[in-house]
């Protein structure tokens, strides 16, 4: 807890340290003011005293008197003071910390946004990060504050008794032990329902979100979906209603152990005034400021146990940040980008926390400007091999080459140049016409020609006739586009780039066949000088292509062209009889 704490300081300190510096200077003043202005009241009382007694003292009650309004006033405008230079950290937060964490996301390896336990640490990290760090922050601060003040009362207290001081510490630890203990169980309650958390989001999301609500609707299934999200509900609400019930034992030592230290301070002070041992000053500033002890105590005690609930965002932000990035050299050779040769060798693959291997031992090659269909089962590896072409994720064994060149030894930059991809999972942007295109090559976004061609390309010309258009239903005036219009948005955002090498995932799932097949003959006969990977589970298509790679069970079953497979009376062949039926109808 006091190590992520920390690092929470050390965080602000990164990214905003000139600021961060008079944050714990005022933190330290403050806090400092407390204990001292006990002291001058003390110092007052005993000075008005001996004034009764010697008239030339006067200056001591002036020179007290200012120290203590000095205390009082800094103590009055903390929460001022402090709020400005939250404010002026927030603000360098929000601009470094918010880059350094989107540029995190941008490098780190595909394969850790598909690890439930990293999702899980995304999902606890939350949307704003930098504002659970800076709330860490403060509280760490907070409690630095409230021990620099609790130490120097104790210095005052040592006026009294060293065993009044000594019973302070004692109350002072079992009250945040106890604070700490029920915390610490709520806290890793709250730890160990994050996926029940997760289910209960997605459910709520099934509910309120347009395309799943139409489905459930009709198939009359949102009563089913409602009793799973209850069900999950009453399971988080009856362990949050326990575990709240078992530390509320904790929370009774800590009220009995004050009751009982107020009783001891009555006791001290009455029997050292009767002695003599202390000055009126004393006695009256102790009694004056017991009040403001105890509740400096208890928040003491509320501040740690806010440590121990808070502190998990920084440990999952430093998993987030520890994790490894993509290492692709950048190769002193420049590729040459007007002819893309494509090589798989001996290639096996088998993903992160799974047994299951889904390619092995994959060999092929894409020569300059070929037209590939890579066909295919379910579940055979068609779109892990994309995945591993497109550096998403690296073989276990063998090597991917481009132009003879390792793929993990290609530069990201050098990378993007080369190759462009639509998947069949693509992102529909809610953003402006010309956005969505323009996004697969933003060079061009305001360049209206190519953004065009790459709309007929896509076959997207019906969907507006002005560029600037908002799609989605974000802005107010946005168009709302059926599923084909968004995939062949993607299809046209996947062109644009002109890139000499595509790959086009199963991007026409929601298009019918025949749209698919038009769509793919005006896309290969345009890339007449790029080469292009197809995977489509309709063999129709296929036929347009050069070569067909047929795959199963993560092996590559066949090689050839269209009537070279039919000719063979192999897996292709009874794969594409088979499709052929469907659109054969009786007389």
């Known amino acids: 807890m006091f190590k992520y704490s920390f690092n929470a300081i050390k965080i602000l300190f990164k990214y905003a340290a000139k600021e961060t510096m008079y944050k714990l200077l005022e933190v330290i003043i403050i806090a400092a003011s407390l204990p001292l202005s006990v002291l001058f009241t003390q110092n007052l009382i005993d000075s008005i005293t001996e004034y009764i007694n010697n008239p030339l003292s006067v200056r001591y009650i002036v020179l007290w008197t200012a120290l203590l309004i000095l205390c009082m006033l800094i103590i009055a405008g903390s929460n001022a003071i402090s709020q400005l230079f939250r404010i002026s950290i927030q603000r360098k937060l929000n601009v470094s910390f918010t880059q350094s964490m989107l540029q995190q996301y941008s490098d780190i390896e595909f394969e850790y946004f598909e690890d439930s336990d990293m999702i899980d640490a995304m999902h ?304 529909s942007y809610q953003l402006t016409l010309r956005e969505n295109v323009a996004l697969g090559f933003i060079d061009k976004l305001y360049d209206d020609a190519s953004i065009i061609a790459a709309l007929k390309l896509g076959k997207a010309t019906d969907i507006s006739n002005d560029l600037d258009s908002s799609l989605g239903k974000i802005e107010k005036e946005g168009i709302d586009i059926s599923g084909g219009q968004w995939q062949k948005l993607a299809i046209s955002r996947g062109s644009i780039a002109n890139n000499r090498f595509v790959i086009l995932d199963e991007p026409t799932a929601s298009l019918d066949p025949i749209a698919e097949s038009n769509m793919y003959d005006s896309f290969l006969s345009s890339l007449k000088s790029r080469g292009c990977l197809i995977i489509s589970h309709r063999l129709a298509s296929a036929k347009l292509a050069d070569k067909i790679i047929v795959m199963d069970r993560g092996k590559i079953k066949e090689i050839g062209n269209h009537n070279e497979l039919l000719a063979k009376q192999g897996m292709y062949a009874k794969m594409f009889n088979m499709q052929s039926e469907w659109y054969k109808t009786n007389e």
């Open 124 to 427: 606890r990290m939350g949307n704003e990060p930098q504002q659970k760090i800076l709330s860490i922050a403060d509280t760490f601060t907070q409690f630095i504050s409230h021990i620099i003040s609790l130490v120097g009362l104790l210095l005052i207290f040592f006026q009294v008794s060293i065993w009044f001081s000594l019973s302070l510490i004692i109350i002072i630890v079992i009250t945040v032990w106890a604070d700490y203990k029920s915390m610490n169980m709520m806290n890793t309650m709250f730890n160990n329902q994050s996926r029940e958390e997760r289910k209960l989001s997605y459910y709520m999301q099934l509910l309120s979100e347009k395309h799943s609500l139409y489905e459930l609707k009709i198939f009359d299934a949102i009563q089913y979906i409602k009793d799973k999200w209850i069900k999950s509900n009453k399971k988080v609400l009856k362990e949050r209603v326990s575990t709240s019930i078992k530390t509320q034992k904790y929370g009774a030592l800590s009220t009995l152990m004050v009751i009982l230290w107020i009783g001891f301070l009555l006791m001290s002070l009455l029997n050292s005034i009767k002695a003599n041992s202390i000055s009126v000053g004393l006695f009256i500033s102790i009694i004056s400021s017991a009040g403001v002890i105890l509740n400096k105590c208890e928040t003491l005690s509320y501040t740690f146990s806010r440590m121990s609930q808070q502190f998990l965002p920084v440990a999952h932000y430093n998993k987030f940040m520890d994790l490894p990035i993509k290492n692709r050299k950048t190769v002193q050779k420049e590729i040459d980008k007007s002819s893309i040769t494509i090589t798989f060798d001996n290639v096996h693959f088998t993903y992160p926390k799974s047994n299951k291997k889904i390619l092995n031992g994959v060999s092929f090659q894409i020569r300059a400007f070929e037209k590939v269909a890579l066909v295919g089962k379910n579940g055979c590896g068609k779109s892990t091999l994309v995945k591993l072409l497109c550096g998403l994720y690296k073989p276990n064994k063998g090597r991917i080459y481009i132009n003879g060149i390792g793929l993990d030894e290609i530069g990201q930059y050098q990378f993007n140049k080369i190759m462009s991809v639509v998947f069949q999972d693509y992102a």
